[in-house]
Structures are given as structure tokens and as C-alpha cells.
């Protein structure tokens, strides 16, 4: 091989096909979430036609209802996470990624129809069977990027990936509050983001591929560049990996991560489906207003997760931060920092607006450090079964996000009654100062013994706080394995 030839290798193309998969990632998880999201803000059009476009039918809904359609889609992302990161797996993440973008596409055009053929159970069924579908997504994600990954980029084409999910719950409260209050009235806040999925799955379907050796557009030095950086982090050809069950479900580190993941997305999931109901119960605002400053959190969420991603990277890569440092410090502003702004939003007068979003905003904004605060920390435990974890956790998660609006349902009976909202606000200020406490005290960030490659030469505890005190965090998240 010549000097130039292996230069081209280590470095690989500063622009190539894995920063095209990467964009398919992040605009997957994008539309996805939009239209998982688009109904915060359609169901108050659904529900006051005068709030929006009063051409267009509305529906009589009591505020049980309502939680049951808000939380419907999580019900059924609860049943799919290990099924998706089980199959991605096995067979690849890309017919499965565009299965889940079809049907998630299909089912949200049919959206309107639902309601008007069938009432608000036919409605109910609909969003169910699409949070079916959109269950299986994330650990299809994580899977794909395992693929494509290169060590060297991990921490960036993570945290780009991951902001997907921040730019689709923008787009979702947004778009579906200008579309709703447009001539097309609140049925096409469902109609577009769904033809808007349609078109990515014919895009996804020509380029996209579930490794660099199954690419037809990839140049053979961005192929060589991939393929060493992951050579050490994979299990070897022929051996698949048995999943160690067991030392996972007893895992100390895993345990108290999926808590913590947990603990914030009771905080993050109630944000994102209750914080259009709260300002127009308390701020009487129009459905575009309402959808405007509803969004304005999350778009700087979204603009914020960036800020961490250049952090994190300055700090491996010129301060040489140790990772749990990096992680802990990270997590604990993303929990503690939406902790204390939901305790101030809720002794701040109906009268302060601007007071009022100034804490949604600091609640919402912070919550984007937990990508690189904890979601990663998955990979830190266990490269080779990531998507496993992370789809383990999201269960989790998912189940935290249908049974949050069923309690808010329960404990919010008026929405225009601050003091009813205090009590949501408080109680998630406690299970995020918990969540993170423990994650402090017992979070690790090494390879577990049960990875199955390449394990630890010592093991136990002593070893995990020897080699978190001592190793830098780039060594330990960049050189040792594959975040993904």
C-alpha cells in the first residue's frame, strides 16, 4: 500500500456516503417523530375549531380521551423495542427502517379518516398500531450507525443522529399549529408529514445500505476507513454472540441507567405532549400562538444539543476529561437543571408570561444534554449489544410516556387551574433529582465482562473506578470500542 493510499484509509474522505447515511438517520427520526408529536397541537384544533380553522369538523373529547389518544402511540411503542433491536440485528436495519417509515407514513395520512369513521376509539386504535410501528425504531438506528460508524466520529454522528428526535418534536408543534390554522385545516398536519415519510422511504430505498460492503455508491478508501476503525469492536466472523440475558437483567450499571433514562422521560415526554395544553389552558392563546411557543423550547433544544456535541468534543479531544466526568457532569445539568426550572414555573404568576416561557425553555433546553449525558452511556456498557440496551431502556421510557398522561389526565381536571399543574411539575422535579442521584453514585461508564469481545483484563467495581479515574474519555469511548 503507498503513503497516499494508507493516508486515504486513516483518514477517509472528509465527505462520503457515511455522512449521507447519517442525514438519512437523522431525517428518519425527524418525520418520525413529527408525526408521532403532530397530535399535542392537532387535538386542540380537533377538539375548538375556533382555535384554528373553523371550516373544518370538530370533535367533542373529555379530558380522559384525550390522554388516551396522547399516550396511545407509547402503548404501543412499549411492545416493539426489543423486536426491532432484535431483528436490525440479525437481518440489517434498512427494510426494517423502511417498513417502519411506510407504515408510520400510511397511518398518519389515514389519520383523519379515523376519527371521522369511527370516533375517537377508531382514532385511539390508529395511533396504537403506529406506535407499534414506530416502536422499532431507535434501536434500528443505533444498529445502522453501528455499521457506519467510525470511532473517530462517534461522539458527532451520535449526537446528530439523536437530535433528530429534538428537530421532529420542533417541526411537530410548529408545523401542525400553522398547517391547522391554514385553509388546509388541521387534517393536513397528519397528510403532510405523512407524504413527507413517503418520499424518504423511496429516497432511503435507492441509497441507503446496512453496511459499507453493501453500498453501491461508496468509494473503497471510505470503505477501508470504516471497516478498520471497527475491526477491533467486532465480534468475530462465524461466532454470534449469545445475549447474556441474565448479567444483563442483574446488571448494577444498566439497572440504574434505565432508571435514570426513565426518571427524564417522565420530565421530557410530558413537556413534549403536555406543553401545548398547558399554555392554552392558562394563556388562552390562538392554536398558531399556542404552536409557536410551544415549539420555541424545543428549537432551542434543538440548537442546544449542538452546543453539546462541539463541548463534548472539545473536552475529549483537547482537555482530555476523563468519561465519567463528561457524562456525569453532562447528565446532571440535564436533569437537574429541568428539575429546578419546573419548581420555579410553578410558583411563577399567570400573569408573567414571558416568565412562564423562560422556564419551559430552560426545562426543555437542558433535557438535550442527556444524549451525550446518559443515552450514549448504553455503548460505554456493552458495544456489541447495544441496540439491545437502548431498546430495553426505551421500553422503559415508552412505557413512562403512556403512563404519564394518564396521571396528568387523572391529576389535571381543569387545565386553566395552576395549582393542579403544580403538583405534575413538582412530582417530576422529584424522580429527576432521584433519577440522576443514583446514576452519580452508581453509573459506570467501562465495558461490562458480559459484552463477550474482548472484555476488561480485571473486573469488578475496583477495576471500574481505577479505570474511570484514570482513562481519559477519548481513550476510553474512542480507541478501546464503538460507541455504536
Not at 99 to 127: C, N, Q
Not at 150 to 158: A, D, I, L, T, V
Not at 165 to 187: E, K, N, R, Y
Not at 394 to 418: C, H, K, Q, Y
Amino acid at each position: 500500500m503507498t503513503i497516499t493510499s494508507f493516508s486515504l484509509v486513516t483518514k477517509g474522505p472528509a465527505l462520503g456516503v457515511r455522512h449521507l447515511q447519517v442525514l438519512f438517520l437523522f431525517t428518519c427520526a425527524s418525520l418520525v417523530i413529527l408525526q408521532r408529536m403532530n397530535m399535542s397541537v392537532a387535538i386542540v384544533a380537533i377538539t375548538n375549531a375556533n382555535s384554528s380553522n373553523p371550516d373544518y369538523p370538530e370533535y367533542q373529547l373529555t379530558e380522559q380521551q384525550k390522554s388516551y389518544i396522547l399516550s396511545s402511540t407509547f402503548w404501543g411503542s412499549c411492545c416493539t423495542q426489543l423486536l426491532g433491536g432484535y431483528f436490525s440485528s440479525r437481518f440489517g436495519a434498512k427494510m426494517l427502517l423502511f417498513v417502519i417509515s411506510l407504515a408510520t407514513g400510511l397511518l398518519s395520512v389515514a389519520t383523519p379518516f379515523s376519527i371521522a369513521w369511527g370516533g375517537w376509539k377508531l382514532l385511539f386504535g390508529v395511533r396504537l398500531v403506529q406506535g407499534l410501528v414506530i416502536g422499532g425504531m431507535w434501536p434500528c438506528l443505533y444498529t445502522h450507525l453501528a455499521k457506519w460508524c467510525p470511532k473517530k466520529e462517534q461522539n458527532r454522528f451520535g449526537g446528530i443522529m439523536t437530535t433528530g428526535l429534538d428537530c421532529g418534536t420542533a417541526l411537530g408543534f410548529a408545523l401542525s399549529g400553522v398547517l391547522a390554522a391554514s385553509p388546509l385545516g388541521w387534517p393536513s398536519s397528519f397528510y403532510v408529514p405523512g407524504y413527507m415519510g413517503l418520499v424518504w422511504c423511496l429516497l432511503w430505498l435507492r441509497y441507503g445500505a446496512n453496511s459499507p460492503s453493501e453500498s453501491q455508491f461508496i468509494s473503497l478508501a471510505e470503505r477501508k476507513h470504516i471497516e478498520l476503525s471497527l475491526e477491533q469492536s467486532q465480534p468475530p466472523k462465524g461466532e454470534p454472540l449469545a445475549v447474556p440475558w441474565r448479567h444483563i437483567l442483574t446488571s448494577r450499571p444498566f439497572l440504574v441507567l434505565a432508571f435514570c433514562k426513565m426518571s427524564q422521560a417522565c420530565s421530557f415526554y410530558t413537556l413534549m405532549q403536555q406543553v401545548p395544553r398547558y399554555i392554552h389552558g392558562i394563556f388562552r392563546y390562538s392554536i398558531w400562538m399556542n404552536a409557536l411557543l410551544s415549539a420555541l423550547p424545543f428549537v432551542i433544544m434543538l440548537m442546544s444539543s449542538y452546543g453539546f456535541i462541539f463541548l463534548a468534543e472539545y473536552l475529549t479531544r483537547r482537555r482530555n476529561i476523563p468519561l465519567p466526568i463528561l457524562r456525569k457532569t453532562i447528565n446532571s445539568y440535564a436533569s437537574w437543571t429541568p428539575a429546578i426550572a419546573l419548581v420555579t414555573l410553578t410558583y411563577v404568576s399567570d400573569q408573567n408570561v414571558v416568565g412562564s416561557i423562560c422556564c419551559l425553555i430552560a426545562a426543555v433546553a437542558a433535557i438535550s444534554g442527556q444524549a451525550i449525558g446518559s443515552s450514549l452511556n448504553h455503548v460505554d456498557l456493552a458495544p456489541n449489544f447495544a441496540g439491545l440496551l437502548f431498546g430495553i431502556s426505551n421500553t422503559l421510557m415508552s412505557a413512562a410516556g403512556v403512563i404519564s398522561p394518564l396521571i396528568i389526565g387523572f391529576a389535571v381536571s381543569d387545565e386553566s387551574d395552576r395549582t393542579q399543574w403544580r403538583s405534575v411539575f413538582l412530582g417530576i422535579a422529584a424522580i429527576l433529582f432521584v433519577g440522576n442521584l443514583l446514576y452519580l453514585v452508581f453509573g459506570r461508564m467501562t465495558v461490562q465482562p458480559w459484552n463477550g469481545s474482548k472484555p476488561p483484563a480485571v473486573t469488578g467495581d475496583a477495576a471500574e473506578t481505577q479505570t474511570e479515574a484514570t482513562a481519559p474519555a477519548e481513550a476510553l469511548s474512542m480507541e478501546k470500542f464503538s460507541y455504536f
